[in-house]
């Protein structure tokens, strides 16, 4: 019996393991656009340290995000180490999807989520829904989550967002082999202090490799967020959306050659994460519930959980060709039932998408 669930529409092919919670492939015409680690799969994934990093691949739901410093859950939270099962799976004339809720309480709280494909879109859907909490006397209320769909991406690759009001990176880096200043701040993606005392250019992936870090983007308004990766090697750009009121940061790991022990050997490098969720970066779930750098921005940094809460949370991965003379995404637009892309030189480009999706 086969591991994995599967659906398809149109072009696209999906597969979630239920497992350990992770969309393990998205592909579209064939060609796979989440990333998965070299080792997932081979017994070289015995030398992990985690669930999470054995099977490092695609997109999953970290809730908590990260290391877990006030519940007793393994990194990254039952979400994304535990057995998802499936309520429903339907195919018909207008897409696919699934609906599956998480075998173990987050806090208390009951997960359920939905994954779609729709006929013609080539487009992921993915919402989850957080229903309840801990009564304030038994637990803390507060919840850290992020989404964590990985990319390949090639150096200089462009990186274009939705108005970011800061970028920080925590006060001690991932690795010691690093580019980024830690801690650092700026309000200018273009010029984000270095580690050299210089800055780097957070609009394109490095130029070099050896070196990890992580840096999260705070954003400037509420609405749809999003990322676009505009992806030499693969001639396409990939789009990663948000509902920002639910999710106000977004975290790039920038995944390149700087861990150079088992299963990582230096390999892993020309990765993109594109992390978006509510939580203090990489600061740590406690330090989120109380006063940290990214609420100092003005934005929360938990959901705060109760018997009678519920929240939504809509993320969606589109992929579009890159048409001929576009030359980066400066901003994107829904009209009606389409996802316009809008390049520097004022050129569009645009995919059916759907158009309600972010106001439901």
């Known amino acids: 019996m086969e591991r994995w669930l599967r659906i398809q529409a149109g072009p696209a092919d999906l597969a979630f393991d239920p497992e350990v919670g992770n969309i393990r492939r998205f592909s579209l015409g064939g060609h796979d656009i989440l990333h998965t680690a070299h080792w997932v799969g081979t017994p070289s994934a015995q030398a992990a340290d985690s669930v999470i990093d054995a099977h490092l691949a695609g997109d999953f739901l970290a809730a908590p995000f990260g290391a877990s410093d006030l519940v007793p859950d393994p990194p990254h939270g039952w979400s994304a180490n535990s057995r998802w099962h499936l ?9 696919a999807g699934m609906k599956l809720m998480l075998d173990h309480d987050i806090m208390r709280a009951r997960v359920t989520k939905e994954i779609r494909l729709c006929e013609d879109h080539p487009v992921l859907y993915q919402t989850h829904v957080i229903e309840g909490g801990p009564h304030e006397a038994t637990a803390p209320g507060g919840l850290t989550f992020a989404h964590h769909p990985m990319i390949r991406v090639s150096p200089g690759d462009a990186i274009a967002t939705s108005p970011k009001r800061a970028a920080l990176t925590p006060e001690v880096p991932l690795e010691p082999a690093h580019i980024l200043a830690y801690p650092g701040r700026s309000t ?59 999710m106000p940061v977004t975290m790039l790991w ?43 921005e003005g934005v929360p940094t938990a959901l705060i959980l109760a018997p009678n809460t519920r929240h939504t949370l809509r993320h969606a991965i589109a992929v579009l060709p890159r048409p001929q003379g576009f030359d980066g995404v400066k901003s994107l637009t829904i009209r009606e039932n389409r996802l316009v892309l809008i390049a520097i030189n004022g050129s569009e480009t645009e995919i059916p998408f759907e158009g309600g999706y972010f106001s439901i």
């Open 87 to 95: 309520i429903s799976r339907y195919q018909g004339a207008g897409g």
């Open 188 to 246: 200018d993606l273009t010029r984000f202090p270095a580690a050299n005392g210089g800055t780097v250019d957070l609009t394109q992936y490095p130029r070099g490799s050896g070196h990890e870090d992580f840096v999260t983007l705070v954003e400037a308004e509420t609405g749809i967020g999003w990322t676009a990766v505009t992806r030499v090697a693969q001639n396409d750009i990939v789009v990663v959306l948000k509902d920002s009121a639910v």
């Open 254 to 296: 920038i995944s390149n050659g700087g861990r150079d022990y088992a299963p990582w050997d230096g390999r892993h490098d020309g990765v993109l994460g594109i992390e978006d969720g509510c939580t203090a970066g990489a600061e740590g779930h406690k330090a989120a519930l109380g006063d940290n750098a990214i609420a100092r």
